[in-house]
């Protein structure tokens, strides 16, 4: 991939045209950092104070970062023509691979939040070979029931379409106390996405199946994602429940499940930092950045972690993570960490 390929480009693929937008140019053989925003965001609104951190320009100077936009989702896009058909959340998934081959990248590490959890999970499970590892935030491994379905529709009746996502991004909490960053992505969802092609987004995220995914021996046939994973989610925020019975359908010897306090529905923008040092701490288990300094999560030498990998019940151990951060190996055992 040429140096001259940092910036926006338009990706055709065999379900539509895709923005992207590169930062940085692939180091050696490392995997691309691929991103996925949520549904009523863009790669913008959903990761520029992430990727802003200072704590993760360590991260960038290692890996090629490409940001995905859903079709019609980024800044300024045009409306799609009455009658458009959006493609399906197999069919978003199955674009990553022109992304993927277009930019002459050997495989992923992917970032993904919400639905683009959700479309990233899926671009695994059908193309495992593209997908080193996954960092997957507030994801929903299961479709809507009709009644879900019918309170979704009867919402987007009776309420503006910013006001019908919200409550799928923040928790209760941030949306009772009408916090700062609610009442900013109120605003700049409704004056940066285009809501015509938001709303099209919003009722395929709506539509979707359930992740096809069960951990090994639960099922005939079972099939899970077989890279890393380390699963997010907020305390109390919306997507908690969703994100527990995702883990329990993935291999515990390499997935790791993060609970974020403090951090509400959105911790990739309430704590970037937090978030910053669990993703090193990630990348150092696949095999990368051995010598990257950890800052605050390594200050407290001794985490709590409690092992969610046993099927007869969880049990609480610690876990000491040394300041020197040489020896880092592989996880081996799913874990439920509270930071």
């Known amino acids: 991939m040429p140096e001259c390929w940092d910036g926006e480009h338009d990706v055709e693929t065999p379900y539509g045209m895709l923005h992207v937008v590169i930062r940085g140019a692939p180091k050696g053989n490392k995997p691309a950092i691929l991103t996925y925003h949520d549904v009523g965001l863009n790669h913008k609104l959903c990761f520029n104070s992430f990727f802003s951190n200072e704590d993760m320009q360590e991260i960038t100077k290692h890996f090629v970062v490409c940001h995905v936009d859903a079709p019609g989702q980024q800044i300024g896009a045009s409306q799609m023509p009455?009658?458009?058909?959006?493609?399906?959340?197999?069919?978003?998934?199955?674009?990553?691979?022109?992304?993927?081959?277009?930019?002459?990248?050997?495989?992923?590490?992917?970032?993904?939040?919400?639905?683009?959890a959700y479309i990233l999970a899926k671009f695994a499970l059908i193309f495992p070979d593209l997908v080193e590892g996954l960092v997957l935030l507030n994801i929903d491994p299961n479709g809507k029931g009709w009644i879900d379905w019918a309170a979704t529709k009867l919402s987007g009746l009776t309420s503006a379409l910013p006001d019908t996502v919200l409550p799928h991004l923040f928790s209760q909490e941030e949306l009772m106390n009408n916090t700062e960053l609610v009442q900013s992505y109120r605003q700049q969802i409704n004056n940066t996405v285009n809501q015509f092609n938001l709303q099209l987004f919003w009722n395929m995220y709506n539509s979707r199946r359930d992740l096809e995914m069960n951990r090994s021996g639960s099922v005939i046939n079972a099939k899970t994602l077989k890279c890393p994973a380390m699963l997010v989610v907020g305390d109390n925020a919306p997507a908690e429940e969703g994100v527990v019975e995702c883990n329990s359908k993935l291999d515990p010897t390499n997935t790791t499940f993060l609970k974020m306090s403090d951090s509400g529905g959105l911790p990739q923008l309430t704590q970037p930092g937090k978030l910053t040092e669990a993703f090193k701490y990630f990348l150092q288990g696949m095999g990368y950045m051995p010598s990257a300094s950890m800052t605050r999560l390594a200050r407290s030498r001794t985490a709590s972690l409690t092992s969610a990998g046993s099927i007869d019940g969880s049990r609480s151990r610690a876990c000491t993570h040394s300041d020197s951060t040489e020896g880092v190996g592989p996880i081996t055992h799913t874990m439920e960490v509270s930071c």
């Open 82 to 116: 009455q009658g458009y058909q959006y493609p399906t959340m197999d069919q978003l998934a199955s674009m990553l691979p022109t992304v993927v081959q277009h930019f002459g990248f050997k495989s992923i590490v992917g970032i993904g939040v919400g639905a683009g």
